[in-house]
């Protein structure tokens, strides 16, 4: 296939937004706020960072050199570096791992939209504090109006990916991600003036480690793979558009930065809410669907708070979506001459009615994302890192990382952390996993 054919970025900044798009997302707004209130605060925060800046900085850079150096979507990538070997195994399992985590994606997201619906409406705040939690049971127990957001949101998804790399995609996420930092600010702005925000702030920066333990740990690795879209190839898809010849490593580095930042910010603007009016801050998945309204609710402005609030998620759940979704089209299109509409219809097709038991199957959803988050995207990322590490030569990796800005001494750390430091982390991690995944279910 021409790469012509496949699309490219119209240049570096196209890439960075994209990316950065596909790493800001539920993972972001949901996810962190929720995981740090429930596992000891600035204790979460802190492993999280150490692991972004150990295996995550590494591994975007991995996986966007081995994108960038063949031009192909994860399977083909491995199949030109290594042809014949077992490598696109890894390949497989990330486009796989695109089909689980998409299904249940586009259902939270249509949470999302649902709520910004009745928000912009008036219905959701026209409850009282105490009926948010009634309000989130009566969504759970609607089958056809989640299944009808989902419906609509990949929809949405489907026609941006289809209109392609930089007509669809890059189009969406200049026009998004300055939406959403402009939506972060205006709500910052509501949070760190009331009266719980000394509260919150000190709930982000006191670390408790005695409530973070193992299970904590466990988090924080899996919170970093699925925030920064690691470890399924997504960044070796948005990789093998970039034709520029730009650092990697600056790149990878700017899509941590926004990630980590949206992540704070997002907790930033709900933890002094919470505590201003005296809620639960570990109140798990619920903090953003029952918690937050609940403060909004109490506040002047609230329909106004509330949309924007959930505008804001519902944006930042497309452009992820969007890279999930690409990461199965540009599979199609590689590996089966598929045209990229074609390719985006089945594909969007296909991942939706996988969705929908996410929705109406109680326990499902958690299912779905604990295979994903805690199982495929780290075995996907060690063998990513690996491979990176000790199946590449030392003249192939020099090459595919080489760009202008960058440095030997870079090289030289960016290698020991794909060698050692990030599969041995993700390593000690999984096998935990796994012994508590035996004893739980053995015994
Ligand atoms: N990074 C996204 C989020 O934080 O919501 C989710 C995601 C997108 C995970 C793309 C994996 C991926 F390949």
């Known amino acids: 296939m021409k790469d012509s054919a496949r699309g490219s970025w119209s240049g570096h900044v196209g890439f960075v937004l994209a990316a950065a798009g596909s790493a800001i997302g539920l993972g972001n707004i949901w996810m962190f706020p929720y995981r740090t209130g429930s596992n000891g605060g600035a204790a979460f925060v802190f492993v999280y960072l150490a692991f972004v800046a150990v295996v995550g900085i590494p591994l975007i850079v991995a996986e966007v050199m081995l994108g960038r150096a063949t031009r192909r979507n994860p399977v083909g990538a491995f199949r030109i570096l290594r042809p014949g070997s077992g490598w696109q195994i890894v390949g497989w399992l990330g486009v796989a791992s695109g089909f689980v985590i998409l299904s249940y994606y586009g ?3 249509g949470w999302a939209m649902d709520y910004m619906w009745a928000s912009a409406s008036g219905a959701l705040m026209a409850g009282t504090a105490q009926r948010m939690t009634e309000a989130f049971d009566v969504l759970m127990g609607d089958p056809y109006r989640q299944v009808g957001w989902q419906a609509a949101f990949m929809l949405v998804t489907t026609v941006v990916v289809s209109r392609g790399v930089e007509a669809g995609i890059e189009r969406a996420s200049k026009v998004l991600m300055p939406a959403l930092f402009g939506l972060v600010l205006v709500l910052l702005g509501f949070s760190l003036t009331s009266p719980g925000a000394p509260e919150g702030l000190a709930f982000l920066l006191n670390p408790r480690f005695d409530e973070l333990g193992w299970s904590g740990v466990l988090a924080a690795l899996g919170q970093a793979f699925f925030s920064l879209s690691l ?6 898809t ?8 730009q650092s990697i490593v600056r790149s990878a580095f700017l899509i941590a930065a926004a990630d980590t930042c949206l992540a704070v910010l997002a907790g930033l603007v709900i933890f002094p809410l919470v505590f201003t009016f005296g809620l639960e801050p570990g ?5 953003v669907f029952i918690t937050l309204p609940k403060a909004f609710a109490l506040m002047p402005a609230s329909s106004f708070l509330s949309t924007g609030f959930f505008a804001l998620l519902t944006f ?8 999930l979704l690409e990461v199965v089209v540009a599979f199609f299109v590689d590996e089966f001459q598929w045209s990229r509409p074609q390719a985006s219809w089945v594909a969007g097709g296909l991942i939706f009615a996988l969705g ?12 779905m994302d604990g295979l994903a988050s805690d199982w495929m995207l780290p075995i996907g990322g060690l063998f990513i890192g690996l491979f990176a590490g000790w199946t590449l030569g030392g003249d192939e990796a020099r090459n595919g990382y080489r760009g202008k800005g960058s440095s030997l001494a870079g090289f030289a750390a960016w290698r020991f952390c ?9 390593g000690i991690i999984l096998v935990q996993s796994l012994v508590r995944f ?3 279910f053995g015994g």
């Not at 948005?238 to 010849?245: A, N």
């Not at 759940?317 to 890279?323: E, F, N, P, V």
């Open 438 to 440: 035996v004893r739980d």
């Open 356 to 367: 929908v038991p996410s929705a109406v199957v109680g326990g499902f959803l958690d299912a």
């Open 231 to 236: 470890g399924m190839g997504a960044m070796i």
């Open 238 to 245: 948005y990789g093998s558009y970039l034709e520029v010849d």
């Open 283 to 287: 109140a798990g998945p619920g903090l």
């Open 107 to 109: 259902v939270v997201a």
């Open 418 to 426: 794909v060698r050692y430091a990030a599969p041995a982390a993700v």
């Open 316 to 323: 930042a759940a497309l452009t992820s979506a969007i890279s």
